[in-house]
T-cell receptor, first 111, second 118 residues
Framework: EDQVTQSPEALRLQEGESSSLNCSYT??????LFWYRQDPGKGPEFLFT???AGEEKEKERLKATLTKKESFLHITAPKPEDSATYLC????????????FGDGTTLTVKP | GAVVSQHPSRVICKSGTSVKIECRSL??????MFWYRQFPKQSLMLMAT?????????EQGVEKDKFLINHASLTLSTLTVTSAHPEDSSFYIC??????????????FGSGTRLTVV
């Protein structure tokens, strides 16, 4: 059974204070690891897909990295508008397109 | 591209009644759609996989007679919560992937439906 654990559960940062979110996973044959952003009362918004260990992807102040057991979402010099819940999900090669989600990290960036 | 529209965004219904939630892919054809349920401060729990032209596949523990899924066309899937009870109150979200865009674009989610059963 695929499993995803995210930490910390909540993170409060000052504007400009860089940090990282962790996603630990177990999956039988990784097809893809996804990062999503979810604002309150909204559906998740896609950020990144990572496929293999060593891969990195960047988008504005966000950078996602992947190892064989975990992924990190690095946030550089965050702004208040980066406040949201960040979700990590994995999809294995054998589970018919289903994604397993972690519980998310709720990020609050104070001005 | 890859827009998924979900309606309604909020619905309040009386206990014992049924509620239908629609999920449409606006600019792509989705042979498969996924329905999730999310409780406050919890993650997305997959309820079922909706397949165009065939029966939905339900996750273990999800009552198929309570949560009826119909995927009648390549752009529309519906979830009907039958005989709703207060414990069915939750945030329901659908998602799909544009097969022409590949995995690099992930899955697109609807904006969600907040169901409150009173």
């Amino acid at each position: 059974e695929d499993q995803v654990t995210q930490s910390p559960e909540a993170l409060r940062l000052q504007e400009g204070e860089s940090s990282s979110l962790n996603c630990s996973y177990t999956v039988s044959g990784l097809r893809g690891l996804f990062w999503y952003r979810q604002d309150p009362g909204k559906g998740p918004e896609f950020l990144f897909t990572l496929y293999s260990a060593g891969e990195e992807k960047e988008k504005e102040r966000l950078k996602a990295t992947l190892t064989k057991k975990e992924s990190f979402l690095h946030i550089t010099a965050p702004k208040p508008e980066d406040s949201a819940t960040y979700l990590c999900a994995v999809q294995g090669n054998t589970n018919a397109g289903k994604s397993t989600f972690g519980d998310g990290t709720t990020l609050t960036v104070k001005p | 591209g890859a827009v998924v529209s979900q309606h309604p965004s909020r619905v309040i219904c009386k206990s014992g009644t049924s509620v239908k939630i629609e999920c449409r892919s606006l600019d792509f054809q989705a042979t498969t759609m996924f329905w999730y349920r999310q409780f406050p401060k919890q993650s997305l729990m997959l309820m079922a996989t909706s397949n165009e032209g065939s029966k939905a596949t339900y996750e273990q523990g999800v009552e198929k007679d309570k949560f009826l899924i119909n995927h009648a066309s390549l752009t529309l899937s519906t979830l009907t919560v039958t005989s709703a009870h207060p414990e069915d109150s939750s945030f329901y979200i659908c998602s799909a992937r544009d097969p022409s865009r590949g995995f690099n674009y992930g899955y697109t989610f609807g904006s969600g439906t907040r169901l409150t059963v009173v």
